[in-house]
């Protein structure tokens, strides 16, 4: 069975510190997914990596496939990164590519 | 472009109740999918939709769960004779043929009473 972990669960920072939030999967995959939730339920995509290193902005993802282990870091954290991040697998050489989801980890940033 | 809308946004309903919800995506996105996200927990895959075709409903929790997208676009999952355990949110997405990246509605806040 596919599962997504995700650590840590819940993570509070203060405004400025760099963030680490780790995923790890246990089947190969086509691709790994990081999204941001919003309360209110919205959920956008930020990055979808096979490979390799991923940036836009202040936010940074990568992903080992030998280890299936992937990482989201943002870098000079603000208040407005406070949200549900999480991380999805899909493997796009099944049916469908459905997601995969880990349970998200909820960031709070402090001023 | 508008992006992916869900209708409605808050539902409540008594426990036996049956309930519809509505999913509009992307113009031209083939696929569609339905997820459900109980209360701290990531979305959980129900059901996935090529065009009108329902090609996986593996995820679907139950008889009392149906979906359908007869032409292709608009989609609803219908919950029938609803239970407290129903209560979360549905969430849709849509993506176009081909492209891994989905993109989700707003979802539907289910409470079940």
């Known amino acids: 069975k596919n599962e997504v972990e995700q650590s840590p669960q819940n993570l509070t920072a203060q405004e400025g510190e760099f963030i680490t939030i780790n995923c790890s999967y246990s089947?190969?995959?086509?691709?790994l997914h990081w999204l941001q939730q919003h309360p209110g339920g919205g959920i956008v995509s930020l990055f979808m990596?096979?490979?390799g290193k991923k940036k836009h902005g202040r936010l940074i993802a990568t992903i080992n496939i030998q280890e299936k282990h992937s990482s989201l870091h943002i870098t000079a954290s603000h208040p407005r990164d406070s949200a549900v991040y999480i991380c999805?697998?899909?493997?796009?050489?099944?049916?469908?590519?459905?997601?995969?989801f880990g349970k998200g980890t909820k960031l709070s940033v402090k001023p | 472009g508008a992006g992916v809308s869900q209708s409605p946004r808050y539902k409540v309903a008594k426990r036996g109740q049956d309930v519809a919800l509505r999913c509009d995506p992307i113009?031209?996105?083939?696929?569609l999918f339905w997820y459900q996200q109980a209360l701290g927990q990531g979305p959980e895959f129900l059901t996935y939709?090529?065009?009108?075709?329902?090609?996986?409903k593996s995820g679907l929790p139950s008889d009392r769960f149906f979906a359908e997208r007869p032409e292709g676009s608009v989609s609803t999952l219908k919950i029938q004779r609803t239970q407290q355990e129903d209560s979360a949110v549905y969430l849709c997405?849509?993506?176009?043929?081909?492209?891994?990246?989905?993109?989700f509605g707003p979802g539907t806040r289910l409470l079940v009473l």
């Open positions: 997405a849509s993506s176009l043929w081909g492209e891994e990246t989905q993109y």
């Open positions: 113009s031209g996105h083939v696929s």
């Open positions: 999805a697998d899909s493997n796009y050489g099944g049916s469908q590519g459905n997601l995969i």
């Open positions: 990596l096979s490979s």
């Open positions: 089947v190969g995959i086509s691709a």
């Open positions: 939709f090529q065009n009108e075709a329902q090609l996986d």
